[in-house]
């Protein structure tokens, strides 16, 4: 699973790294950077996401963690639908639909998994590209108009798959990672694969060492707290690839 994630570095930081070489505000009309440093998202806050808007330009816009489906009369689903299991996509009736249309890529340069100690005692590891380098994470979204009369409600999941080598001593789930250009890209405007193909496709396991993982601080389990401290190692190296 995912459940708290970071995104720690200016949009733009993102959007050169993934896109190197192009103008972002040509390409995504982004201009000026005003979200400030995220340490610790959580479910139902706002995050930010990359998609396709009705104008068929691809925008970053904020949606809420969480699937709200439009059918919904309450906001009570997001709690149990801010991850969504790759495996079961194309059986659930709320996520089988937007595969086809509704993909995004959700912002994050890091996220958090808890490894169990004991059935009391779990340890939590920030997970990181090396360099921490950012990354996206695939999603999908929907749009929902009951829930806050008036209002138009857009809401995201954050799609998972099986762990890899590097995770797997920390936790079973995985969010599906896109690391470049052309994978965000394939993603998000592919429409020739089947949605069986799609699928598959963005979630082959990473290669062995893609990903660091550093053992922090149980602060990080407070939704309250959001520093700095918070991916700050508690050993004097980081924990990868071993108990």
């Known amino acids: 699973m995912c459940g708290r994630f970071t995104l720690k570095v200016p949009v733009s930081e993102w959007l050169r790294s993934l896109f190197p070489g192009v103008d972002i505000a040509a390409r995504f009309g982004w201009t000026t950077d005003t ?11 706002n995050i930010l996401t990359l998609h396709y808007d009705s104008t068929g330009a691809l925008r970053i816009n904020p949606m809420r963690w969480g699937l709200i489906p439009f059918w919904a009369d309450s906001a009570k689903s997001a709690y149990s639908m801010f991850n969504a299991r790759s495996e079961t996509l194309l ?29 009391k005692n ?15 994470m695939a999603g999908l979204w929907t749009s929902n108009r009951k829930v806050e009369p008036g209002r138009e409600v857009q809401s995201t999941t954050i799609i998972t798959m099986p762990s890899n080598d590097d995770t797997r001593l920390v936790h079973d789930r995985m969010p599906a990672i896109l690391r470049s250009e052309h994978e965000v890209v394939d993603w998000l405007t592919n429409n020739s694969l089947t949605p069986e193909d799609r699928i598959a496709k963005i979630t082959q396991p990473l290669e062995t060492g893609s990903l660091l993982l550093r053992s922090v601080s149980k602060e990080v389990n407070s939704v309250k707290s959001d520093e700095a401290t918070l991916i700050e190692p508690i050993a004097s190296v980081n924990w990868n690839r071993s108990p």
């Open 35 to 45: 979200n400030p440093p995220r340490y610790n998202i959580a479910p139902t806050q």
């Open 91 to 119: 059986e659930k009736a709320s996520f089988k639909s937007l595969v086809s249309a509704h993909r995004c890529v959700i912002l994050a340069d890091g996220y958090y998994e808890w490894k169990a100690i004991t059935p």
């Open 122 to 136: 779990k340890e939590p590891f920030w997970i990181h590209r090396s360099g921490e380098l950012p990354f996206g």
